[in-house]
């Protein structure tokens, strides 16, 4: 009797399983397939069996849209109950790029999952010497056959990240994402050891829902001193229907600039919802600490907290194309939906007496 779990693997592109040619690393179609077949590690004792779906065309991260996040994100759907084979877990092998955007999206559009989404990649391909890949997607693969980790992750490095947590910090190392703002779900070492206690657990009374994305026009924007707040003014212009603002510091904003300030105020009571994200690594927004904070909630920017840029941003697009009133996206955006952000009954208290 094989009592090995059953393991979907949505083959995005990416470096994992790029191949060497005379114009350098590029995509080739059933490579990746035939590494892995080659290399007998993937067979061992404790692995799981692996379907492999090509995707056609393999991409970089680079290139990857909302659309993209829609094809995995049904992909996965298509595959979770129903089909001839019964998948235990679903990995997706993505490029690192843009990895932390779509590991948010899938974190908003599947909901109540009860299996694992484990999204992972690799600084350099398989197909040479000194690589990543291998023992990233080793180590992923292993996860999804020993634990039941019913959230849509990233695995990277030694780290199992939630993906609605996660963000590329790294261009060039191993270790190429972080967790700012919350610990790793999992660490892996000798041993695999999950921290339990921080995984969120799926309703057992209610299936996975899949809710898809449209195509709301969203921007970001990041601060600088001298910001000309004609540029802002520009943006905050039709069909825009969201902008993550990223702040200095704790949330703050030039509020001398009073022609800034009044642009965010006419975006804001033209209906677009603007969220203050700090550009710091890691922290939180407090608008309450400082008048330049402070100076942003009186004009109807809200607060994203301790959410990354990247699920700040994926979270917009999901709110929005639900068809919510704009005060209800606005609530919904400051609550706690997937664990990407600090629900305010576990916030420690913030001094209003902080650095600058």
């Known amino acids: 009797m094989n009592s090995r779990k059953n393991v979907y693997i949505a083959y995005t592109g990416g470096t994992v399983g790029m191949k060497e040619t005379p114009d350098g690393l590029q995509p080739a179609r059933d490579h990746l397939q035939q590494l892995m077949d080659n290399m007998p590690e993937f067979r061992a004792e404790g692995m799981p069996n692996y379907f492999i779906h090509e995707y056609d065309p393999l991409l970089d991260s680079s290139n990857m849209t909302p659309n993209e996040w829609i094809k995995i994100a049904e992909d996965i759907r298509d595959h979770y109950s129903n089909g001839e084979r019964q998948y235990d877990a679903f990995v997706v092998i993505h490029g690192t790029d843009t990895m932390a955007f779509t590991a948010s999206a899938l974190s908003f559009m599947l909901e109540n999952l009860g299996k694992p989404v484990l999204v992972t990649g690799a600084q350099i391909p398989l197909c040479q010497p000194r690589n990543d890949a291998r023992m990233n997607l080793i180590t992923t693969l292993q996860i999804c056959s020993e634990m039941t980790v019913p959230e849509v992750c990233v695995y990277f490095n030694g780290e199992l990240l939630r993906g609605c947590r996660a963000t590329k910090a790294h261009a060039d190392q191993f270790k190429a994402f972080e967790s700012p703002n919350f610990p790793p779900l999992g660490r892996v070492g000798t041993c695999i050891k999950i921290n339990w206690a921080l995984v969120r657990q799926p309703d057992p009374h209610k299936s996975m829902l899949y809710m898809t994305i449209h ?124 664990g990407e952000l600090t629900p305010e009954s576990e916030r420690a208290p913030i001094s209003p007496l902080l650095p600058i």
């Open 215 to 338: 195509h709301p026009v969203i921007a970001s924007i990041r601060l600088f001193p001298g910001i000309d707040s004609k540029v802002v003014s520009h943006i905050l212009q039709p069909p825009l229907r969201g902008l993550v603002l990223e702040t200095f510091g704790v949330g703050n904003a030039p509020s001398s600039n009073r022609a800034l300030m009044e642009a965010l105020r006419q975006g804001n009571e033209s209906g677009i919802v603007i969220v203050n994200v700090t550009q710091c690594f890691s922290g939180t927004v407090n608008q309450d600490g400082y008048e330049t904070g402070s100076g942003l909630a009186k004009v109807g920017v809200i607060s994203g907290y301790d959410m990354t840029c990247e699920a700040a941003l994926t979270k917009l697009y999901f709110l929005l194309s639900r068809g919510f009133s704009i005060e209800k996206v606005k609530h919904l955006m400051q609550e706690n939906l997937r």
